[in-house]
């Protein structure tokens, strides 16, 4: 059974970065690092869940929302079977519960279970 594990968020002041994690367990270091989907996605109190950023195809293809571009970047440490998301100039439009997501190319979907996000003075 795959599971993941978020960390990194907290409290930041407006401009501050984060940085998060999310590591696997249950998964080999050879499935992990095949052409899975791997996703940020965020929801904020009373709002729906939002794709954040993506990374697919072996990391050869990586997407972003456009709320983010230029300030947030995905990545994957195949090695460590970990994803991350680098955010920076953070604003209090980007406080959110964060979630990671894998889509296992067998079709299986796997969530964490969120890291909170509050960006404030």
């Known amino acids: 059974q795959v599971q993941l594990m978020e960390s990194g968020g907290g409290l930041v002041q407006p401009g501050g970065s984060l940085r998060l994690s999310c590591t696997a367990s249950?998964?080999?270091?050879?499935?992990?690092?095949?052409?899975?989907?791997m996703s940020w996605y965020r929801q904020a109190p009373g709002k729906e869940r939002d794709l954040v950023a993506t990374i697919a195809n072996f990391g050869r293809t990586i997407n972003y929302a456009d709320s983010v571009k230029g300030r947030f970047t995905i990545s994957r440490d195949n090695a460590r079977k970990t994803l991350y998301l680098q955010m920076n100039n953070l604003s209090s439009e980007d406080t959110a519960l964060y979630y990671c997501n894998v889509l296992m190319v067998s079709g299986r979907d796997y969530w964490g279970q969120g890291t909170q996000v509050t960006v404030s003075s």
């Open positions: 249950g998964v080999s270091g050879f499935i992990f690092s095949g052409p899975n989907r």
